[in-house]
């Protein structure tokens, strides 16, 4: 019986397989070097989105053609910093291999399995709590320039049709009565109705982290240098012990997965986000901007514009061009919106060669559980990779096959 566990990483993932450890009458504690819901964790900053149709990773077939004009391209959102290239490429190599046509589709199924019920998961766990309030549940659209660019991304649509969402098409006329400061080079939008958005993802956290401690769970500011069988040391010395430990790092659980000698294969693809505080308008749900690739959620104070793929590795200070080409496009998007103060975040997905989280036991780490990786889409299944977690490390058989996700897949 699992009397104890400590988790590691205190972003949506770890503060969801915490309180559902709770839950379950396990003493917990919760361990991150800082407080949760703050801007140095991705769950802070990331567009909002419970996005159960991103089922489409960007391993996309044909990437391995397109990437190398894209990265030229000024107005594109791939960046490369490319003295980062030499150790990129242990990932690279895997990544690319994982954009062949025989591997999207089993992909796509694996993804969809995580992402296809997380807002009822994102309610399973706030419901009742001070994070409840955060969510919002609605349309999300994808807007394009016109309706032979939404033709364009047939094959993605049908995948998404396959996985169960239809969606609904918006000619220029129903668009633009939705959202009427839009430019007119958008002319056509794909609704994807039952979806979700947090107006807040730093204070959803946050809620979500003092309902737990509120509710008995214990939480530790430190850094963990290092971890074994029932045992974690932070910095300092300090050590703490448990039957069982969640490793939920995020984008750095890999540094902690090699003291465990196994391979994550984990990268950060950096992302960015412009807040707009105080826009003279907002639209009523999230969308995403096909060609540019970036998403705009209406939350709280403001207008959130989130995107941006970059490489270059987890020390590097965030770059000026994506905040700069964040700030055009948006533009381009509503030429007459104006805001009162506007700040910049850069933040860390993490993500996998195949895009599948890390989630199961560690292979040679008794009583060490992963669920990091969460890429893209690590908001939107944090809550479920946390659950499951959870339920392994109380013993527990989840009915959703593991094997896709299996840690130990990259050797
Ligand atoms: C620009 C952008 C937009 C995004 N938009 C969306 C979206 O709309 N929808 C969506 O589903 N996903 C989105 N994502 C992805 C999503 O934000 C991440 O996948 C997700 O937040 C990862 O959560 P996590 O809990 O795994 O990691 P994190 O939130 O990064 O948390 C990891 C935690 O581990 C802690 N930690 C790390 N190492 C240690 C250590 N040694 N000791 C102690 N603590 C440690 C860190 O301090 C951090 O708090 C976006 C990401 C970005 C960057």
């Known amino acids: 019986m699992t009397r104890s566990a400590i988790v590691i990483g205190a972003g949506i993932t770890g503060v969801a397989a915490a309180e559902w450890l709770r839950r379950a009458g396990v003493s917990v504690t919760l361990v991150d070097r800082i407080l949760p819901?703050?801007?140095d964790q991705a769950s802070y900053g990331n567009a909002g989105l419970l996005a159960r149709c991103a089922v489409i990773p960007i391993s996309e077939p044909g990437l391995i053609f397109k990437a190398?004009?894209?990265?030229?391209?000024?107005?594109?959102?791939?960046?490369?910093?490319?003295?980062?290239?030499?150790?990129?490429?242990p990932w690279l190599l895997p990544f690319l291999r994982n954009t062949a046509p025989a591997r999207h589709r089993p992909i796509v199924q694996a993804l969809a399995a995580l992402t296809?019920?997380?807002?009822?998961?994102?309610?399973?766990?706030?419901?009742?709590?001070?994070?409840?309030?955060?969510?919002?549940?609605?349309d999300y659209a994808y807007y394009y320039r016109s309706r032979r660019d939404f033709a364009h991304e047939a094959a993605e649509i049908?995948?998404?049709?396959?996985?169960g969402f239809d969606p609904v098409e918006l000619d220029r006329e129903a668009l633009h009565a939705r959202d009427p400061h839009l430019s007119d080079a958008y002319n056509f939008a794909a609704l994807y109705p039952d979806h979700g958005w947090l107006t807040s993802p730093g204070g959803y956290v946050a809620a979500l982290a003092e309902h737990f401690m509120a509710e008995g769970g214990n939480f530790v500011q430190g850094e963990v240098a290092d971890l074994a069988e029932g045992r974690v040391s932070l910095l300092g010395g300090r050590e703490i012990t448990a039957d069982r430990i969640i490793l939920t790092a995020g984008a750095w659980s890999a540094r902690l997965a090699r003291k465990l000698g196994m391979k994550a294969r984990l990268e950060s693809e950096r992302g960015y986000h412009l807040f707009l505080q105080g826009p003279?308008?907002?639209?009523?749900?999230?969308?995403i901007v096909s060609d540019a690739k970036f998403v705009v959620t209406p939350m709280e104070d403001g207008l959130r514009c989130a995107g941006i793929v970059e490489f270059g590795g987890l020390d590097a200070p965030p770059s000026r061009a994506p905040f700069n080409l964040l700030r055009k496009r948006i533009r381009e998007v509503y030429p007459d919106l104006t805001w009162q103060s506007e700040s910049e975040w850069m933040g860390h997905r993490p993500s996998t060669p195949d895009s599948l989280p890390h989630l199961g036991p560690i292979p040679g780490a008794p009583g060490i559980i992963a669920a990091f990786g969460g890429q893209h889409v690590g908001l939107t299944i944090g809550p479920k990779l946390g659950r499951i977690a959870a339920d392994l490390a109380c013993g527990g058989q989840p009915n959703l096959p593991l094997a896709p996700y299996d840690p130990g897949r990259f050797g």
């Open 68 to 89: 190398p004009r894209m990265l030229l391209d000024r107005n594109s959102p791939l960046f490369l910093k490319w003295g980062y290239l030499p150790r990129l490429l």
């Open 37 to 39: 819901g703050r801007p």
């Open 158 to 163: 049908s995948l998404r049709r396959a996985a």
């Open 116 to 138: 296809s019920d997380s807002v009822d998961q994102h309610l399973a766990l706030a419901r009742g709590t001070p994070a409840e309030s955060y969510i919002r549940q609605g």
């Open 280 to 287: 003279s308008h907002m639209p009523a749900n999230p969308f």
